[in-house]
T-cell receptor, first 115, second 113 residues
């Protein structure tokens, strides 16, 4: 039973355009969401996060949107750059009280930026 | 500052054997978590340790165990290895209070033959 789903295993976007990565979740108790980026042969690195009390968080070229009623979040990358080519994981946490309470990850979306 | 260090990076074992993986967290980080990554299941949470105590555990059989030492270094052990245990095992650390923001090591790639 997958509580965090990334339905697109891969996504190809032209350099300079917007990349939109989607994530759906089923557990309404999740109240903190994160995106991680992973290059081959490296561990995942934290990208951006959002608390359930917000609907948008922005950090440079990266913006995460949260729609709680739809249990859906998305990561927007504008403009997309070749270095953005990586696997992106969506993750959710049961409460934002701190500490690693066992993140639930999606299976990832492989983003490929075409020159 | 040094990142999360995992050893060994690669190892090959046979079914029935046991394996121990090691993780040194970032200095000052007291929480260490372990995740298993496989192509079919993605990243799955194994367990989390804080101050030498297991604080949280994922849905894995008892063959998977871990511990944390007083210097926050952690080890995980898998006994009676099965073919399906072949995976990348990732260790992550964070400071208490850093909501979910984990710092991952490069992982230990285990192959079970």
């Amino acid at each position: 039973d997958q509580q965090v789903k990334q339905n697109s295993p891969s996504l190809s976007v032209q350099e300079g355009r917007i990349s939109i990565l989607n994530c759906d979740y089923t557990n309404s108790m999740f109240d903190y969401f994160l995106w991680y980026k992973k290059y081959p042969a490296e561990g995942p690195t934290f990208l951006i996060s959002i608390s359930s009390i917000k609907d948008k968080n922005e950090d440079g070229r990266f913006t995460v949107f949260l729609n709680k009623s739809a249990k859906h979040l998305s990561l927007h990358i504008v403009p997309s750059q070749p270095g953005d080519s990586a696997v992106y994981f969506c993750a959710a946490s049961l409460y934002s009280g701190g500490g690693a309470d066992g993140l639930t990850f999606g299976k990832g979306t492989h983003l490929i930026i075409q020159p | 500052k040094a990142g999360v260090t995992q050893t060994p990076r690669y190892l090959i074992k046979t079914r029935g054997q046991q394996v121990t993986l090691s993780c040194s967290p970032i200095s000052g980080h007291r929480s260490v978590s372990w995740y298993q990554q496989t192509p079919g299941q993605g990243l799955q949470f194994l367990f989390e340790y804080f101050s030498e105590t297991q604080r949280n555990k994922g849905n894995f059989p008892g063959r998977f165990s871990g511990r944390q030492f007083s210097n926050s270094r952690s080890e995980m052990n898998v006994s009676t290895l099965e073919l399906g245990d072949s995976a990348l095992y990732l260790c992550a650390s964070n400071r208490e209070g850093d909501t979910g923001e984990l710092f991952f090591g490069e992982g230990s790639r285990l192959t079970v033959l």
